[in-house]
């Protein structure tokens, strides 16, 4: 630790001095310092420390490549010169560049996408046990169980109203964590999420009137119990707030960065990147009720594959609320719902096999967790956030097995008669009715051949998602 002293006091003398330097982070290869006068700061004398492999000027900042000790280099610099310590900057500006054909190649988007989205859903892993877990207390000990809680009862009343908060405010919780992910101001990215939930908002989309922000239009789109449309928002918030770090004078950065980016926030989140999410999904849910009116069977294997990423963006209820009447009328569907009973069985398959096949003990923990509070607490939730947009492999697997089982309704003409609840998830296969011998084949396939994808081949495991399933089960 001595050398890394004495390293961090020479960096400090040949930039000019502590007073000469206004913040200091680093990267993965590189020491960054803002100073209030470059010119002060030495090239030839920074090149000349044997740690230092070159001086880089970019970016308003003097940047030192150092590699991968430049961790221990920058505790040593803050140490000495009682500079703020800041969070690493996830970038290794010396890590060779991708061709453009492959930054941009459908596979990499696709990791990038499923990272960010494991990555902002991971710290809020307690919300969905503790939700599910709750919910559950309330279906088993309340009137519709062991009849030990009346729904007058205070301690009755007191767990609705968690597992609910859960799920009503995950845009907040969506936030926070998305705002750890992306390194950018969890204060900003929580106000936004608020924003978008806030009772005042919430009437403008109710009541259904025309509204804009700065003259754009607003879509009116409810944000309660969704988290995908937090996420991208605090993904394009850090780019916003990293524009004015840049440019801001550090007179001024207290009040420019966050009012400037809660300025262009505004109508980015309400006018364009939250409705995005939901425009996507609305694609998904129109082409849903077109198969559903034109394709048969088709129906089924679209319904099976995607229902779990449809509940996921609240896009069940528009496709639900579309096609009901139609089934009322005629007594049946034969199409869609078929297709959604198989992916609950599906579902438990994969926490099932998660229980049993994944690494690590936390995320076996999550599988069986998951597994009961949507067996006795009806609550899907978990599964689809804890798991399947955790693990590519597990969404993979469920996505093959619910597009199986849902084909097979449709070949089968499996037809559902009941549209109301009938108990706990796993006894759905009483909807089919007279329908049940081949309602109860596609569910089985469909569970079948999930739960055999996920023990042959396994699931996408990698020791940072075994760690953060482990902090953020132990939080």
Known sequence: MANYKKLAATIIE??????????????????????????????????AIPEIISVVRAGGQVQLVIGPTVDKVYDAVCAEGGFEVQAAIDENLDAPK?????????KRIGNLILDAVSGSIAPILPIFCIAGIFKMFTILLGPEGAGLLAEESNLYQI???????????????????????????????LLIAVIMIHPSLLAIVEAGNPFDVYG???????YTQSVLPIILIV???????????????????????????????????????????????????ELIIWLGANAGPLCGLVVGATWNLVIATGMHVPIMTAMLPGWLEIGYDAVCT??????????????????????????????????????????????????????????????????AGGLVCGILNARI?????????????????????????????????????????GFDNRESGEKEAEEALEA
């Open 14 to 47: 040949k930039v000019g001095g502590k007073e000469n330097v206004s913040s200091v982070t680093h990267c993965m290869t590189r020491l960054r310092l803002v100073l209030k006068d470059e010119g002060l700061a030495s090239d030839d004398a920074l090149n």
């Open 98 to 106: 991708l061709p453009w054909k492959e930054r941009f190649a459908p």
């Open 159 to 189: 767990f609705t109203i968690v597992g609910d908060a859960a799920y009503y405010y995950l845009p907040v919780f969506g936030a926070y964590a998305a705002a750890k992910k992306f390194k950018t101001s969890p204060v900003i990215a």
């Open 216 to 222: 754009i239009p607003m879509q009116l789109i409810n």
């Open 235 to 285: 993904w394009v918030q850090s780019y916003v707030e990293r524009f004015f770090k840049k440019v801001c004078p550090d007179m001024l950065r207290i009040l420019v960065i966050p009012v400037g980016t809660m300025l262009i926030m505004l109508p980015l989140s309400l006018c364009v990147f939250g409705p995005a999410v939901s425009f996507v999904m609305g694609i998904i849910a």
């Open 338 to 403: 078929p297709a959604t009973t198989v992916v609950v069985y599906v579902s438990f398959a994969v926490a099932f096999a998660y229980g049993i096949r994944a690494k690590g003990k936390a995320n076996r923990q999550l599988g069986w967790t998951t597994f009961a509070t949507y067996a006795l607490g009806r609550v899907s939730e978990p599964i689809i956030y804890g798991i399947l947009l955790r693990d590519k492999k597990a969404l993979a697997w469920s996505m093959i097995g619910g597009a």
């Open 417 to 457: 008669f009941i549209f109301s609840g009938v108990g706990f998830p796993w006894m759905n296969v009483i909807k089919f009715s007279q329908d049940i011998v081949p309602g109860a084949i596609g569910c089985i396939v469909g569970a079948a051949v999930t739960f055999a994808l996920c023990m042959v081949f």
